[in-house]
């Protein structure tokens, strides 16, 4: 494909201003164009959610919460970079749009020139478990150092692991750092904020139904300063949107 050079600076990405006697060059128009493109190119979204975005998410099946939610979303990249809260954090059921709203609100700061990258969560731990292996590509070496440095970090299905000391201290180190240093953080998760205590469900087997929380996958430092670096979003119960079947109940 060919790209067309810019008519306003030749492709220099330049505009030179002259004005009386002084002259000097400010950034043109096709530079920040440009810059959103490879911003969303090299982000690593994955296909599925690459046109995920605000216009295509449906407020149908629960639309006055569905719509609150995505307020809440929206002002979190209005407000976008906020010093108190650099990140936000999309809580619910499998299938409720989490992935699909967190893709749209990064995207929006992609489009705005901000730089960022997606990992799914338990990649990023296989990669940086991996990267402990001494014949480790540079790719997984970097995977540790990149997900502390990015602009912004999309973390999704965060706590989708098993826990072991190793997730834990990585993870707790990723958002230490992260949160220290105020540096955005989109994630989102399937865990509950609820203490452990065990659910009696209404079955007639009376299992008890011990849902993992935040706190049981990730440590108490994590939830700690996942709440207190980001804006934390619940989502509604809505039916799957994979299967349109309840997730529960
Ligand atoms: N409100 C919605 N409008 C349009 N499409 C939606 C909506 N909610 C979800 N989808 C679509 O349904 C699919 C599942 O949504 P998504 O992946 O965002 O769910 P999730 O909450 O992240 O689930 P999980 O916890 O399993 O990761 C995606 O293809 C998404 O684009
Ligand atoms: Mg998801
Ligand atoms: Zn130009």
């Not at 809580?91 to 995207?107: C, I, Q, Y």
């Amino acid at each position: 494909m060919s790209i067309a050079v810019c008519p306003d600076c030749n492709g220099t990405g330049w505009k030179i201003l002259e004005q009386a006697e002084l002259s000097g060059a400010e950034r043109c128009h096709c530079h920040f164009e440009g810059r959103a493109q490879r911003n969303e190119a090299s982000a690593s979204i994955p296909p599925l959610y690459r046109n995920a975005s605000f216009d295509n998410f449906s407020t149908k099946r629960a639309h006055r919460e569905l719509a609150s939610v995505m307020t809440t979303v929206k002002s979190f990249v209005r407000e976008f970079p906020n010093d108190q809260h650099p990140g936000l954090l999309l809580m619910g059921d499998p299938g409720s749009g989490k992935t699909h709203l967190a893709v749209a609100a990064f995207r929006e700061l992609l489009k705005r020139g901000f730089e960022g990258l997606f990992y799914d969560y338990q990649n990023l731990l296989d990669r940086i478990r991996s990267s402990f292996d001494p014949t480790a590509g540079v790719s997984d070496k970097e995977a540790y150092r990149v997900a502390m440095e990015s602009e912004i970090l999309l973390l999704d299905d965060l706590g989708a692991h098993r826990v072991t000391d190793f997730v834990e201290d990585t993870v707790t180190s990723i958002l230490t750092y992260r949160c220290n240093n105020r540096k955005p953080l989109i994630a989102t998760t399937n865990l509950s904020d609820t203490d452990s205590t065990p659910v009696r469900s209404e079955g007639a087997s009376g299992k008890v139904d011990y849902r993992l929380t935040l706190t049981d996958r990730l440590g108490m430092r994590s939830r700690s300063r996942l709440f207190e670096m980001c804006k934390v979003v619940r989502m509604p119960l809505v039916e799957d949107y994979r299967t349109g079947s309840w997730s529960r109940h």
